[in-house]
């Protein structure tokens, strides 16, 4: 059983994470700053990996920053101004970093792993739902990026189901 949940986790972790390289792919230049609510695109895109990355480690303590990361990306909501965009290559990079750590850090969870408290104080919940609350937040934003898309700029973005459609 724990295979199959371990390969489910996976394939839609891994499904959301290039809805949302497809939107960062899709996105023209001249609207890597446009505004999604009250933030830019970008920064809807760099906050959805910055907390998949997070929240992919251990605890906070175990999270390391990218060498990308600036100054207060650390800290970064959607509650706080953006600094400088980071430039579409970053982000696209970010988006491979994270499927990479989903492979590895899924393959290793046990039933006793997922079943412990996520890690972080601020999530009351096992870690097992906890990568599922991730995939949601990833699906959440990517949603609002492709709506952005489709509104401000005429263009779709595709859906997948599994990385692999």
Known sequence: MIEYFRRILNDQFDASLCTL????????????????GRRPFWQVAYHTLF??????????????????????????????APGPPHSKDVVRRYVAHCSDKVAKTIVVETP???????????????????????????????????AYLRREVGLGVDWYGKASD
């Not at 390289?21 to 999604?36: D, K, L, R, Y």
């Open 112 to 146: 006793d792993s997922l079943e412990r408290d996520s890690g972080f104080p601020w999530y009351r919940m096992s870690r097992g739902e906890h990568h599922l609350t991730s995939v949601r937040h990833v699906q959440h934003h990517a949603g609002q990026l492709c």
């Open 51 to 80: 907390y998949v990355d997070l929240y992919l480690s251990l605890d906070e303590a175990s999270y390391e920053p990218r060498p990308w990361h600036r100054q207060g990306d650390q800290n970064l909501d959607l509650d706080a």
């Open 21 to 36: 390289g497809a939107c960062v792919e899709a996105c023209p230049e001249p609207h890597w700053e446009g505004t999604i």
